[in-house]
Antibody, heavy 119, light 108 residues
């Protein structure tokens, strides 16, 4: 069974840092682009970042560029999101998902991990 | 920046057909994907590459892409189809994933 499990979310102060992890099972992430998508309370989906199969290319939303870093460890079948200089508007549920191509669909999603940035 | 436009809400009676649109520029050169999200749950892919239905998605779900509008069609709507629906494309100009604002489907 294909499964993605996010972890690492929680309550953090404004300006703080947090590292999210996404562990995959039931498939090998090395064949896929991996993405992070977030959803603020009561709002729609917002793409955050994605990363090429071998980590050679990364793309970021303008709202997080320079503050967030996506990375992956194919040997651990996991992808990560390092979030620095957190702001109130970063408060959201963060989901990871796999993509066959950079322009492809987000095929499978995890259940998400909530991040709350407090002042 | 590239924008996808969806109607905020669509309402339909059980057994009827729901059509949810997604508008954008140059759709003929882009692949459009659709997701269903029920309250408190993660999104689920229901249509990929304009009209492909992933395994496990009922045949009642179909998609099309023509000109500047993509359409998700749900035939024989059921109460369990209620939720939010999002379209998604890749914008080559910005190298960004773009989501539409979402459409809330209500089954009357």
């Amino acid at each position: 069974e294909v499964q993605l499990v996010e972890s690492g979310g929680g309550l953090v102060q404004r300006g703080g840092s947090l590292r999210l992890s996404c562990a995959a099972s039931g498939f090998t992430i090395s064949r896929y682009y991996m993405s992070w998508v977030r959803q603020a309370p009561g709002k729609g989906l917002e793409w955050v970042a994605n990363i090429h199969q071998d980590g050679s290319e990364t793309y970021y939303a303008d709202s997080v560029k320079g503050r967030f870093t996506i990375s992956r460890d194919n040997t651990k079948n996991s992808v990560y999101l390092q979030m620095n200089s957190l702001r109130g508007e970063d408060t959201a549920v963060y989901y990871c998902a796999n993509q066959g191509k950079y322009y492809g669909s987000l095929e499978n999603w995890g259940r998400g991990t909530p991040v709350t940035v407090s002042s | 920046s590239y924008v996808l436009t969806q109607p905020p809400s669509v309402s339909v009676a059980p057994g009827k057909t729901a059509r949810i649109t997604c508008g954008g520029d140059n759709f003929e050169t882009r692949s459009v994907h659709w997701y269903q999200q029920k309250p408190g749950q993660a999104p689920v892919l229901v249509i990929s590459y304009d009209s492909d239905r992933p395994s496990g998605i009922p045949e009642r779900f179909s998609g099309s892409n023509s000109g500047n509008t993509a359409t998700l069609t749900i035939s024989g709507v059921e109460a369990g189809d209620e939720g939010d629906y999002y379209c998604h494309v890749w914008d080559t100009g910005s190298d960004h994933v773009i989501f539409g604002g979402g459409t809330k489907l209500t089954v009357l």
